[in-house]
């Protein structure tokens, strides 16, 4: 009588790209943690009521306006992630029906809502820099662009993933295992980037 043969267990390896990804992120999280650290520093030593008053010059419903956009984009952004999960590159249907768009288009509107957040903040320091409140005016400002300055350089770095994507799904015949792969980590960094953010705004808008 024959002996019975082991049942065979597939082992599923995770994505090394998914994986490194996760590990970078890890390492701007950390990042990150340093420039919240330097601003509560910052923060304790000048005193609450000094830091108030430096904050009182902050235009914070405009700030809240590009905040709202900001994580518009999140969301469109994971709609584009459906879509290449489905292996969607590009709308099947018109171009006005957008439960017919696919990757392409998804990104296309993320990209645009990251490019009015960024030039929302530009505007703001332009408004900030014409009532005297330049980076060399008061510790406070120092930390103020610089906390807010770096997270713009991620998000600029995020747009230029999504034309990279973008273009790489174009120039594709067919839309397959390696583009998706690379919607879904262009994702990771862009939420990323959003939730970091949101804990700007709360730090620097909204806690005085």
Known sequence: ??????????????????????????????????????????????????????????????AFTIT????????TCQMGVFAAERFQGRRT?????????????????????????VAGQMYEYAELVSHGVAISASSYASVFYITTGFHALHVIGGLIAFLFVTGRSFV??????????????????????????IGLFVIIYWVR
């Open 172 to 197: 594709a015949k067919n839309f397959g295992h390696l583009e998706a792969s690379a919607a879904v980590v262009t994702s990771y960094y862009w939420h990323f980037v959003d939730v970091i953010w």
């Open 68 to 75: 709202v956009i900001l994580v518009l984009s999140s969301v």
């Open 1 to 62: 009588m024959a002996a019975e043969r082991p049942p065979q267990v597939s082992v599923n390896r995770p994505n090394t790209l998914s994986v490194g990804t996760i590990v970078w992120l890890s390492s701007e999280l950390m990042f990150f943690a340093g420039l919240f650290a330097m601003y509560f520093t910052h923060r304790s030593v000048a005193g609450p009521e000094a830091w108030s008053e430096a904050s009182s010059v902050l235009n914070v419903p405009w």
């Open 93 to 117: 249907g018109s171009l006005l029906d957008v439960r017919r768009w696919g990757m392409n288009e998804w990104f296309i509107l993320t990209y645009i809502l990251g490019a009015i957040f």
